[in-house]
């Protein structure tokens, strides 16, 4: 059974750092691109971040650019997001995911080609 879990999330003030934990198991990791979304109250989740199988290829949606770093470690079987300079409008449930095809050739920002989700870890930053 596959299974994503996130962790490392929290209540933080504009500007500071958190980083993000996905730990999978039930599938070899090391052969899929995995990404993270975020889903920010009456808000439709969004995507944030990408990463290929192999980890030399990465994606970030332009308002996390410069902030964000994501990355990979195939041997723990677990991916993070390195959270950098918060602001409020980072503030939601962040998911880690991964897509549905094994070695994919390029990374996809569409909810749709991601078969596995974990349950999210909340982020909170306050002004």
């Known amino acids: 059974q596959v299974q994503l879990v996130e962790s490392g999330g929290g209540l933080v003030q504009a500007g500071d750092s958190l980083r993000l934990s996905c730990a999978a198991s039930?599938?070899?990791?090391?052969?899929?691109?995995m990404g993270w979304f975020r889903q920010a109250p009456r808000k439709e989740r969004e995507f944030v971040a990408a990463?290929?199988?192999?980890?030399?290829?990465?994606d970030y949606t332009d308002s996390v650019k410069g902030r964000f770093t994501i990355s990979k470690d195939n041997a723990k079987n677990t991916v993070y997001l390195q959270m950098n300079s918060l602001k409020p409008e980072d503030t939601a449930v962040y998911y880690c995911?991964?897509?549905?095809?094994?070695?994919?050739?390029?990374?996809?920002?569409?909810?749709?080609?991601?078969?596995?989700w974990g349950q999210g870890t909340q982020v909170t930053v306050s002004s």
């Open positions: 995911a991964t897509v549905r095809q094994k070695w994919g050739v390029r990374l996809t920002r569409s909810e749709d080609e991601y078969d596995y």
């Open positions: 039930g599938r070899t990791f090391s052969n899929y691109n």
């Open positions: 990463i290929k199988w192999n980890a030399f290829g990465t």
